[in-house]
């Protein structure tokens, strides 16, 4: 418990078997809006299953889009999965597209991503084609297999699609490229746990409409997760919602992610 009578709890460790979520409550006092007494109340939900509907990105104007936007899957190791992804030419003039494959990781607590053009994870990944030549408007669907070795260890893989064409060049010595991802989040079936905590919450003393909290929340498990949290600003004196926030987040393994609002 800390000065601002700020409490938390951990939450136990899960087996990937279990369909069971364990929620997490903070609850912190006395902030004051307009001289009101407000509580902020915060319940956390860490999920071990969440709906793995791939994410489709908005259409861009120009340039290429790869679709899905993000795609969440469980592969036992010896298993493989089939799926695919869409390419799309939204240029003017016809369009060389090379497909590839790279593993990736965040650097920091804002999850700014980092990306490896690991070996092994070029193997895992094949591609019914990697050179797409698309006309003006064009749409194409690649298939491709996410094969997990035998003896892969149990727990979290995380793999970008690339997506890679040629930009005009300004000039005769600069030349570009556009890069569009479609990220992966994969379990490798097995013995993973999921083990989440509420780390901190940041919140400031006097509230109004324009107050920022935050919370940084762990995830020292061996796979990802999502975590719903709903945030409600109270009057202390009459119980009555001042306002509510209802949002989730995905939690990497070995990180710790901030979220604000």
Known sequence: ??????????????????????ELGCKGL???????????????????????TPVSAKEPTRGIALSPLRSEY???????????????????EKTEVTLSVEEFNVTNQEYDYQFNASVD???????????????PGQNATVPLTISIPKDAEPGGLYISIFATSKVNAVSSSISSQQRVASLYYVTIDGNVTQLGRLVSLSLPFIYDEQTKWSMVIENKGTT??????????????????VAKYTNSALILPDTNRKISE
């Not at 809006?33 to 709906?51: E, G, M, N």
């Not at 799926?83 to 030419?89: E, G, I, S, Y």
């Open 74 to 92: 469980t592969i036992a190791p010896g298993a493989s999965k089939k799926t695919t992804v869409n390419v799309t030419n939204f240029s003017s």
């Open 121 to 135: 994870v070029k193997k895992w990944v094949i591609f019914g084609k990697t050179v797409l030549q698309l006309n």
């Open 30 to 52: 006395v902030v004051k809006r307009f001289a009101k007494v407000i509580l902020l109340v915060v319940f956390v939900t860490a999920l071990s299953t969440f709906p793995s």
């Open 224 to 241: 990802h997760f999502h975590s719903r949290y709903t945030a409600s600003v109270q009057n202390m004196f009459d119980g009555s919602e």
């Open 1 to 22: 418990q800390t000065s601002q009578s700020m409490e938390w709890i951990e939450l136990g460790r899960k087996n990937s078997k279990s369909m069971e979520w364990i």
